[in-house]
């Protein structure tokens, strides 16, 4: 009778050297591809439109909801500045790679609203421009610097 499953695999060799030296590069290249391709199905357009090359100046807030279109969401890897100039985005450092910073101003923001969701409420902006449609969920504590700075944005439900 043969052995077990277990058996067959614990008599496996070790893995060879070089496997420890290619897969750091195979999934750093992996990870590069998918943080590009997932960057020009919507926040390439953006950036196109209206790239940021320094932050604001102001408090930054989590945006746990970032949503270009139907297909393209970013949960929980994007942070946001409410400004005077408008809204800046960016994404956390393992997720920057072709996702270059934005300021959208507020002439661009159609609508900003009380919103809740499955465990997360905030405040929900909306963008429809050229660059197409985005929608950005900011944390509840963004709510008095939204108030602040775009007060005319703000809907009821």
């Known amino acids: 009778m043969k052995g077990s499953a277990f058996d067959i695999l614990m008599a496996q060799q070790d893995p060879p050297p070089w496997l420890f030296v290619l897969f750091p590069i195979i999934f750093v290249g992996m990870w590069t591809f998918v943080c590009f391709v997932i960057s020009r199905l919507g926040w390439h357009r953006f950036a196109m439109v209206y790239r940021c090359h ?5 408090s930054t807030y989590g945006v746990p909801l970032v949503r270009f279109g139907p297909f393209t969401r970013y949960n929980n890897v994007v942070r946001g500045i409410p400004c005077e100039s408008g809204i800046y985005l960016r994404n956390l450092f393992f997720f920057r790679a072709f996702h270059p910073p934005i300021l959208i101003p507020w002439t661009s923001v159609t609508s900003i609203r009380k919103a809740s969701g499955f465990l997360v409420s905030g405040y929900e902006i909306r963008v429809e421009d050229t660059a197409g449609t985005l929608i950005a969920r900011f944390r509840d504590s963004a709510g008095p610097a939204l108030q602040q700075l775009a ?4 809907t009821a439900h």
């Open 54 to 58: 320094q932050p604001p100046s102001g």
């Open 151 to 154: 007060p005319h944005l703000i």
